[in-house]
Structure formats: structure tokens, C-alpha cells
């Protein structure tokens, strides 16, 4: 169970950033609950958690930062997205 949630945060995370810099559907938040609905199917508690996670979280702009020439925006986002991961595998 602890796998399986975190390679669905990884899933989530990885998705999300593939998407953050896309302006066309599907958002990445869209991909985010798609994700989270089809992972937790028959677990309703744990999906209504998680999609409040995602629901808390601009996903458009999340981690946009971890990659560039600033040290300090980079830490800020990476801190973020550990935040979100951590959210996201308390549900469980």
C-alpha cells in the first residue's frame, strides 16, 4: 500500500510538471484527480483525500521553480513539491 501510494504521488508529480508549462487541456490538475480516481477506485476516503490535497495546491505553478538559475526558488519549490508529495501520502 505504501508503494503503491507513493509511486501515485510520483505519478501525480510527474504529470503535473510534464504539464505545468501547457496551456491546453487537460490541466494538471485535471490530470492530477484523473489520476487519483482511477488509483483509488473502491477506496473512496482515501480518494476524497486526495483529491482535497490536489484542491489546496495551484498545480499550474507548483515545482515551476525547482529548475533554473535561482538556488533559492529552486529549494522553495522543491519544498513544495515535497510538501504536496507528503500531503498527498498522508491520505493513506
Known sequence: MKTSLRSLATVALVGMLALS?????????????????TETAGKPEMQKCMLDVIDNY????????????????????????????????ACR
Do not use: Y
Open 21 to 37: 508549462a501547457c496551456t491546453s487541456d487537460p490541466s494538471p490538475t485535471r490530470v492530477a484527480k484523473d489520476l487519483v480516481e
Open 58 to 89: 495551484d498545480l499550474d505553478t507548483l515545482g515551476a521553480d525547482s529548475v533554473g538559475g535561482n538556488a533559492e526558488k529552486a529549494k522553495a519549490a522543491d519544498e513544495q513539491l515535497a510538501k504536496f508529495e507528503a500531503d498527498l501520502a
